[in-house]
């Protein structure tokens, strides 16, 4: 009903630990993140991570390339996954790896009930 905006700012050494976003009852199944800042010019490190917690095998993680100005859309809980069986469910987490200079200012929506 009313989206929590978040401004993330992410200094030398910073980094946020894989996690997922579920607050309240119900949780809305994508949240948002747009990069503010310019890598490599505003900061150095500080990569969007996404985990794939997959059933029976190794995790699996995507480094999201983003520059200043782009959004990602993902996944909060799990997202569907096609096998060899057919479909099932995968576990997501995201976090940034440690700026190594420099700031790094994000902003993320999380859609849930904030009421």
Request: charged fraction near 20%; charge should be positive; aromatic fraction near 8%.
């Amino acid at each position: 009903m009313r989206p929590t905006p978040l401004l993330l700012r992410y200094g030398p050494g910073d980094y946020n630990c894989l996690h997922q976003d579920l607050y309240g009852e119900h949780v809305f199944p994508i949240q948002l993140a747009v990069l503010l800042s310019c890598p490599n010019s505003d900061f150095t490190g500080g990569e969007f991570v996404l985990t794939e917690q997959r059933p029976r095998m190794q995790s699996r993680v995507d480094v999201v390339p983003l520059r200043q100005g782009d959004g990602v859309l993902f996944a909060v809980n799990q997202r569907p996954k096609t096998g060899t069986r057919g479909s099932y469910r995968v576990t997501l987490r995201h976090g940034v790896s440690p700026v190594r200079t420099g700031l790094r200012h994000t902003l993320g929506i999380i859609f849930h009930d904030a009421a």
